[in-house]
């Protein structure tokens, strides 16, 4: 099993639409959570820490679900630069070596 | 400027080459780290760094060499080129003042190509 598991998708919804994304993670004793985004042959760049009541920066929510150990991410009203491959990244171990897992990513697109 | 530098930002070689890639950065960060990206594998790690001197393997070093001798500096080293390390590089640094488990931050890649 991957440490960290994302559908790859694509995701292909229209402007304005509602679009939600999970990820799973193998470590129980994870306790930092993220959201990076990244655009094609770009940087990835945090899109959002995930925090155990869940949050929420504008259009973007993020929970976390720590007994079925999966986290996701709702965009709402997408916009087209929205567009782009969405990275579920779990700090490594419990031992707080800063180490990161990535997911491979999920990629959206939307549409006009 | 960009806070995390990298240095080519692209770069052709040929096989048994060695081929430094440079990465600097002004945030002012102690930790440091070296991934590379293919596609359908997503981002692993090389080498990382708390500190200067520091050198940690991650989870494909083999065929990779780094070096942390200041703080706002990580190179890493392909002492011999081989095409499947094709790949694009990322450098990111982290801040441990803050806790632990913070986010990383990433420079703007080396796309590496080996012929």
């Known amino acids: 099993r991957k440490e960290v598991e994302q559908d790859p998708g694509p995701f292909n919804v229209p402007e304005g639409a509602t679009v939600a994304f999970n990820c799973t993670y193998s470590?129980?004793?994870?306790?930092?959570f993220f959201w990076y985004r990244q655009d094609c042959r770009k940087e990835p760049k945090l899109l959002m820490s995930?925090?155990?009541s869940g949050n929420e920066d504008g259009r973007f929510t993020a929970q976390l679900n720590r007994a079925s150990q999966y986290i996701s991410l709702l965009i709402r009203d997408s916009k087209l630069s929205d567009s782009a491959t969405y990275l579920c990244?779990?700090?490594?171990?419990?031992?707080?070596?800063?180490?990161?897992?990535f997911g491979q990513g999920t990629t959206l697109q939307v549409k006009p | 400027d960009a806070d995390v530098t990298q240095t080519p930002r692209n770069r052709i070689t040929k096989t048994g080459k060695r081929i430094m890639l440079e990465c600097s950065q002004t945030?002012?960060?102690?930790?440091m780290y070296w991934y590379r990206q293919d596609p359908g594998l997503g981002l692993r790690l090389i080498y990382y760094?708390?500190?200067?001197?520091?050198?940690n393997k991650g989870e494909i070093s083999d065929g990779y060499s780094v070096s942390r001798q200041a703080q706002a500096k990580f190179s890493l080293s392909l002492e011999s080129a081989i095409p499947n390390q094709t790949a694009l590089y990322f450098c990111?640094?982290?801040?441990?003042?803050?806790?632990?488990?913070?986010?990383?931050?990433f420079g703007d890649g080396t796309r590496l190509s080996i012929l």
């Open positions: 990111a640094t982290s801040d441990a003042r803050t806790g632990d488990n913070q986010p990383q931050h």
């Open positions: 470590n129980s004793a994870s306790q930092s």
């Open positions: 995930v925090y155990s």
């Open positions: 990244v779990v700090n490594a171990y419990s031992s707080n070596t800063g180490k990161l897992i």
């Open positions: 945030k002012g960060h102690d930790r």
């Open positions: 760094s708390f500190d200067v001197k520091d050198i």
